[in-house]
């Protein structure tokens, strides 16, 4: 199915790439999505994920395009803030609820490109610790700050 799904989206079909999609697992998707970006370093792989949120916006679309770049499309300009955009729509849709979601905040807070300020780091551990007080990135993330901040 990889190359099936790799070939659809390469080649512009996105109505057939949607609908192979709708028959996959979201984790297998999510996994052949990934590897083949890698494979081919190519922003196709994100305009398919865009044309899918222009139509059924869902946080795990979100995560998946974050993934895409902080990993896969490190190398384009503007791949940080992008994950970052991707980030923050899937704490909205999911009403600032979900860790997992929270922690890809965290996770570009350390990027080079500096996309996330010291105070959204900061205010993003504390709602991670409401959520899930033994959080350990958010509790050593904010030991740090907390120690900057002095």
């Known amino acids: ?10 080649s512009g079909n996105f109505k057939e790439a949607e609908a192979l ?20 370093r190519n922003i196709l792989y994100y305009t398919f994920l865009h044309y899918l949120l222009m139509k059924e916006e869902s946080a795990k679309l979100h995560n998946l395009a974050f993934t895409l770049f902080v990993h896969a ?16 729509r899937a704490i909205e849709l999911t009403n600032e609820q979900d860790v ?3 922690e890809n905040l965290l996770f ?16 993003t551990c504390h709602k991670i610790l ?18 900057r901040k002095k």
């Open 73 to 88: 499309l490190t190398p384009i300009e503007g791949a940080y803030h992008s994950a970052l955009y991707h980030a923050q």
């Open 130 to 147: 409401a959520l899930e007080p033994s959080n350990e990135i958010a509790k050593s993330l904010l030991k740090k700050l907390l120690r």
């Open 21 to 40: 999609y709708h028959e996959m697992d979201f984790q297998q998707f999510d996994d052949e999505i990934i590897v083949s970006a890698y494979d081919n």
């Open 1 to 10: 199915m990889l190359k099936n799904l790799e070939q659809l989206i390469l």
């Open 108 to 123: 570009i807070y350390g990027v080079p490109d500096q996309v996330v300020s010291d105070e959204i780091a900061l205010e």
């Open 100 to 102: 997992g979601d929270l």
